[in-house]
């Protein structure tokens, strides 16, 4: 069956250190991965697309791998900051950049000072 | 910047009642879609739109209708609200770029 797996626990690290997010799937063929965050009562806000010929994608402290060859995407936050604690939800895109995303059910981060 | 905004935050209705959830998109974007949201399970795609008049089913639009009349609205319709509809509701819109924005979604509690 196919299936989009991201880590159910929360993670929680210490301001300043670097936050990984693992991102895994089976059964697709995604053209284009996306990341988004989510604050508690609001709708995702979009960070990060990356497309399946690349193999990285940097924005700011944003950093996002992606291995087609694994099925697994890594996010990044550098310096993290405790502004940065909100779920991260991974999306693919299996329609080629048309109308269907398949999202993860997310990760909760969380900074601490 | 893109504005999704969608008509209710909360919203309280009774099992068998229909309710109506609307979003507005204000930057001319051609597609839109309705998802829900529950706790594990993420979000999940109820129908979504490509075009006036347009619809076409996602991966869980049993229960469900839609309606897009005009480009920058598109309604999602509960013809008679049960308790396993009780969810978050998300909107989004999107144009050529591949990122989709967000409304701020109706959390709905049937009872």
């Known amino acids: 069956s196919q299936k989009i797996e991201q880590n159910s626990e929360a993670l929680n690290i210490q301001e300043g250190k670097t936050a990984t997010l693992t991102c895994n799937y089976t059964n697709y063929s995604p053209a284009y991965l996306q990341w988004y965050r989510q604050d508690p009562g609001r709708g995702p806000v979009f960070l990060l697309l990356?497309?399946?010929?690349?193999k990285e994608k940097r924005k700011e402290r944003l950093k996002v791998t992606f291995d087609t060859t694994l099925k697994q995407s890594l996010f990044h936050i550098t310096a993290s900051q405790p502004a940065d604690s909100a779920t991260y939800l991974c999306?693919?895109?299996?329609?080629?950049?048309?109308?269907?995303?398949?999202f993860g059910a997310g990760t909760r981060l969380a900074v601490h000072p | 910047d893109v504005k999704v905004t969608q008509s209710s935050r909360y919203l309280v209705k009774r099992t068998g009642e229909k309710v109506f959830l609307e979003c507005v998109q204000d930057m001319d974007h051609e597609n839109m879609f309705w998802y829900r949201q529950d706790p594990g399970l993420g979000l999940r795609l109820i129908y979504f739109?490509?075009?006036?008049?347009?619809?076409e089913k996602g991966d869980i639009p049993e229960g469900y209708s839609v309606s897009r009349e005009k480009k920058e609205r598109f309604s999602l319709i509960l013809e008679s609200a049960s308790t396993n509809q009780t969810s978050m509701y998300l909107c989004?819109?999107?144009?050529?770029?591949?990122?989709?924005?967000f409304g701020p979604g109706t959390r709905l509690t049937v009872t």
């Open positions: 739109s490509y075009d006036v008049k347009m619809k």
């Open positions: 989004a819109s999107k144009s050529g770029n591949y990122e989709q924005y």
């Open positions: 990356i497309r399946e010929n690349e």
């Open positions: 999306a693919l895109d299996i329609s080629g950049g048309y109308n269907k995303l398949i």
